[in-house]
């Protein structure tokens, strides 16, 4: 159907909270990224799965962070114990496969750390 | 591990002039080489990519790119720029490992393009 959504659009949590992020790719897609964009930077890796398997979560800057994709659709991020440094840009992008096939971005949740 | 310097953080430039965009990048293993831009509220889009052949590649928008291995360079250049290009432009690297690469971009630090009327 449509491109990548992610919900929500925008969250303010305060310090100490957890949050979830949602991610839906696009119908068909095998593979899903996650990444994180601090303001002024570029995005920065965070993790990925191939179906519901997550093969590299090497960008994870901490325990606190979690993600899941458990019927290989689907995507969360979840977030333990939220620091005002997690305040960012997470982008959620899904391709048909490996590195030759394009990935398509969602608009991204913006993250506000209280 | 692969890293990405894009060299100019702003770059303004006066609608219908040339611009370009420069780009480095640094890895130990082959990689792919793309340009993304991001319109303010949205995603990031696909540009243009290089995988393999001609060095030369042509994306949307009239923005075209030049892989130079020598130099370690994939710049982002556009003959004529219109108001609408005014937007933050990624340049992203994947490690090309034979076909068993999944993808994971490395980004450099973006530039801003504002075209003047």
């Known amino acids: 159907g449509a491109g990548v959504s992610q919900s929500p659009r925008y969250k303010v949590a305060k310090r100490g909270q957890d949050v979830a992020l949602r991610c839906d790719p696009i119908s068909g897609h095998v593979s899903l990224f996650w990444y994180q964009q601090a303001l002024g930077q570029g995005p920065e890796f965070l993790t990925y799965?191939?179906?519901?398997?997550?093969?590299?979560k090497s960008g994870l800057p901490s325990d606190r962070f979690f993600a899941e994709r458990p019927e290989g659709s689907v995507s969360t991020l979840k977030i333990q114990r939220t620091q005002q440094e997690d305040s960012a840009v997470y982008l959620c992008?899904?391709?048909?496969?490996?590195?030759?096939?394009?990935?398509?971005f969602g608009p991204g949740t913006r993250l506000t750390v209280t | 591990a692969q890293s990405v310097t894009q060299l100019d953080s702003q770059v303004p430039v006066f609608e219908e002039a040339p611009v370009e965009l420069r780009c480095n990048y640094s890895s130990s293993v082959s990689v792919y080489l793309f340009w993304y831009v991001q319109y303010p509220n949205q995603g990031l889009q696909l540009l243009l990519k290089y995988l393999s052949g001609s060095t030369l590649v042509k994306g949307i928008n009239g923005f075209e790119a030049e892989f130079n291995k020598s130099q370690t360079s994939f710049h982002l250049r556009k003959p004529s720029v219109h108001i609408s290009d005014t937007a933050e432009y990624f340049c992203a690297v994947s490690p090309n490992a034979g076909g068993t690469s999944y993808g994971k971009l490395t980004f450099g630090q973006g530039t801003i393009l504002t075209v003047h009327p």
């Open positions: 799965f191939q179906n519901e398997a997550q093969l590299d």
């Open positions: 992008a899904s391709s048909w496969g490996l590195a030759t096939y394009e990935q398509y």
